[in-house]
């Protein structure tokens, strides 16, 4: 029987760390966050944000883990084991497994852009070109019916490729490969934008707090953006958690993972607002700041071609192994509640994924109708996994947490049985049941009301 066998789990810490720190750090660093910040008061949003890492990401994460680390289940099963005498909080979980689908449906469109844009470095296209010819490139891309789907077909196929392979083999493997090289990208494209003349004014735009522009509207997306940055709330950590080994130090693990995934968000802004800045560009243009204003920034640099290149690699890296967790709810669920071997499993939640991600990219077509409120159905399912999905999914799992789970489970996990975080555990425990639970509905409710 397939819950005989003994599962797989990670082999190594650094493994742990790898795949966790490749499922948070992924679009939401390079390419939201530093949009959210420009938009937001730079260095004051800045603030608000790390406050919420601090304060709320971290516990949540800490929680996702030990939920799946206690139950050795995927979201669905989970949420079962942890409460046999009531099922209905089972819901959590099917929500995670659909918010899967969801997020992966309008991730896959972007990450087919960067495909398609490593394409265009390799074969130099951007060389000459001004920045309305390389916009008006773009938007015909995406306008044709077949090209942005062949890109997302690609990579929905290299992320079904590693997850086929299971964890240890599959995920773990690669993401110890492929984040190493993220970070050395990182730190080269650091140091070319920091060198640029007048680096120090994106630097200031970036950092320096505009309090006038806090407001609730910031708290909610910041909330938002952090929620999505740390992977939280859909159950990617929670199945993450049950393949990590009974002796890892579930804080430590999510400090390391946590402050990873901030730090390269604030790298990323590093890169992008002093680029910005010293060739004169206004930082608030959205997607069309990495997609058309860089390219177009370092085809006047020297060695652009090389930096151009490496730029939409790491985009593609960080877009790849995010996609492995996500991928991985679905099909660890579709694994062991509906029993299917590991092969099935991944070929029907890829070919279901790219399914919907068809739809959201033909939303993004010129006088397209596919819109819900008057959103396109790319937009409308970026906003509401994060503003609901994924918000009452992490306000649900924490109150399970503190309020539904065992209070001796609870501590026996978070302590690894007594041998560890013994001080912390108390201050842990309220947060979970009272402070995590009250903040989310306050942020939630707030943005209803004004
Ligand atoms: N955290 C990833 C990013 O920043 C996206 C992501 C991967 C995600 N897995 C997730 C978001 C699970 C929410 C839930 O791009």
Redesign the pocket.
């Given at each position: 029987m397939a819950e005989k066998k003994k599962r797989d789990h990670f082999g190594s810490k650094i493994g742990i760390i790898a795949a966790a720190v490749g499922?948070?750090?992924?679009?939401?660093?390079i390419y939201?966050f530093p949009c959210m910040a420009g938009e937001n008061g730079g260095g004051a949003f800045l603030i608000v944000y790390l406050g919420i890492v601090l304060a709320l990401g971290l516990p949540m994460m800490v929680s996702e883990f030990m939920i799946g680390r206690r139950a050795q289940k995927n979201p669905v099963g989970a949420f079962k084991a942890l409460a046999p005498d009531a099922k209905g909080w089972a819901l959590i979980g099917y929500t995670g497994v659909l918010?899967?689908f969801l997020?992966l449906a309008f991730?896959t469109t972007v990450a087919g852009w960067t495909l398609e844009s490593v394409y265009k470095s390799v074969i130099n296209y951007y060389h000459g070109k001004d920045l309305a010819t390389i916009e008006q490139g773009f938007n015909d891309s995406i306008n044709m019916i077949f090209r942005p789907l062949l890109w997302q077909a690609v990579f929905i196929f290299i992320s079904a490729f590693v997850i086929a392979k299971g964890i240890s083999k599959g995920i773990e493997k690669y993401s110890k490969i492929l984040m190493p090289t993220l970070t050395v990208i990182l730190i080269i494209l650091c140091v070319k934008s920091l060198m640029l003349p007048g680096a120090f004014e994106g630097l200031k735009f970036f950092f320096k707090p505009d309090f006038s522009k806090i407001d609730d509207q910031v708290l909610i997306s910041a909330l938002g953006q952090a929620?999505?940055?740390?992977?939280?709330?859909?159950g990617?950590l929670i199945t993450y958690g049950s393949y990590i080994s009974k002796k890892d130090n579930l804080v430590t693990t999510s400090l390391m993972v946590g402050l990873s995934?901030t730090f390269v968000a604030i790298l990323a802004g590093i890169i992008i607002f002093p680029a910005a800045f010293s060739f004169g560009i206004q930082p608030e243009a959205g997607p069309s700041l990495a997609f058309n204003t860089l390219p177009m920034l370092f085809n006047q640099m020297k060695g652009g071609y090389f930096f151009c290149l490496l730029f939409f690699i790491l985009l593609v890296i960080?877009?790849w192994t995010?996609?492995l967790?996500?991928l991985e709810?679905i099909v660890s669920y579709m694994i062991e509640e509906l029993k299917l071997s590991r092969r099935k499993a991944t070929i029907y939640s890829s070919v279901g994924a790219f399914i919907i991600s068809i739809l959201a990219t033909m939303s993004l077509h010129n006088g397209s109708s596919l819109t819900v409120f008057g959103l396109t159905i790319f937009d409308g399912l970026d906003k509401i996994?994060s503003m609901v999905f994924?918000t009452l999914g992490g306000l649900f799992t924490v109150i399970f947490l503190g309020w539904k789970v065992k209070k001796q489970d609870f501590e026996n996990e978070f302590t690894n049985g007594g041998t560890v975080n013994m001080r912390l555990r108390k201050i842990f425990y309220y947060i979970i049941k009272f402070i995590a639970p009250a903040a989310i509905t306050v942020i939630m409710v707030s943005q209803f009301i004004i």
């Open positions: 499922s948070a750090v992924g679009l939401g660093n939201r918010c899967g997020i991730y929620f999505f940055s740390m992977s939280l709330g859909m990617a995934d960080a877009a995010s996609a967790s996500l709810v996994t994924m």
